[in-house]
């Protein structure tokens, strides 16, 4: 397996990380991973031929080629099958919004829990430029490819309002599940920092992200107890890690994560499969 990720210089307010992933013929994928409720959308290069697919336990999302991965709700099982070759750009929660809006008049990501290859994208990322993708040798002239593309596009970071509510709200919200995962910050303080009223924040936030904003602290709070748990190389303290992230006790942990993964997650802590990103840190 050949895998990295680094940060794309100057458009770290668009884009969380550009990604490399390649599986060889006869490599085996086990565990296959999960991949958690997830804000962040992730664009995909591929071969043409190369098949897909994320199940979530009722839909199976499956098609072959480049495509984009939406912010999803629900816990996704890739199903992937060696040999695999993948270019990712993951996108900021608040990245899809501005993309489409430094192209397009009247921007609104309401894609969520989708995968496929939208129409909107092909004008910005066509033929050309994916071929151009593949050529490149190494990581470092694949991320100038990129941001060279991104450049002649004249992407700028967004001013719109409901961008801009959207990305304080973001920046209040992991600051918060960082510092403090057991607190939940309150929508109105949250609204306070944003200096708007509760109810124009809800509705930038929809707006831009394509998800709620309590939807969005629970999807930061997962995340960071999936990262500590993986941290963890010792038998895991329950009681005290679930009132590290604010729960009375495991059993509330475990009604919570089963919410949010809709599956009983007992399997999924003891066999530590769910990733973060397309791939978690290849691991």
């Not at 129409?119 to 002239?141: H, M, T, Y």
Request: proline share 4%.
């Amino acid at each position: 397996m050949i895998a990295w990720k680094q940060h794309l210089a100057d458009y770290e307010w668009l884009i969380h990380q550009v990604w490399y992933l390649e599986v060889e013929h006869g490599e085996a994928i086990d565990p296959k991973p999960h991949l958690i409720p997830n804000p962040r959308a992730h664009l995909l290069f591929t071969p043409k031929h190369q098949a897909y697919s994320y199940d979530n336990g009722e839909t199976l999302l499956r098609g072959k080629g480049s495509h984009l991965l939406t912010a999803n709700e629900n816990l996704l099982l890739l199903e992937d099958e060696a040999p695999i070759k993948r270019i990712g750009i993951t996108f900021r929660p608040e990245g899809l919004y501005a993309l489409q809006s430094a192209r397009y008049d009247g921007a609104q990501v309401n894609a969520v829990n989708k995968c496929q290859w939208f129409d909107w994208l092909s004008p910005l990322f066509d033929e050309d430029f994916q071929q151009a993708l593949w050529q490149q040798g190494s990581p470092e002239a694949l991320l100038d490819s990129i941001k060279r593309h991104l450049d002649t596009l004249r992407i700028e970071s967004c001013r719109a309002k409901p961008f801009l509510v959207s990305q304080k709200a973001i920046a209040v919200m992991d600051a918060q599940a960082l510092s403090s995962p057991e607190l939940a910050i309150d929508i109105e303080q949250i609204a306070a920092q944003c200096a708007c009223s509760r109810r124009t924040l809800e509705r930038s936030f929809k707006q831009v992200v394509g998800l709620s904003v309590k939807q969005y602290q629970q999807m930061a709070r997962l995340e960071q107890m999936i990262l500590a748990l993986y941290e963890q190389q010792e038998a895991i303290d329950w009681v005290s890690f679930s009132q590290q992230f604010g729960f009375s006790d495991q059993s509330h942990l475990i009604r919570s994560l089963k919410q949010q993964l809709r599956k009983t997650p007992n399997k999924y802590l003891q066999k530590r499969d769910l990733t973060i990103d397309i791939y978690g840190d290849f691991e």
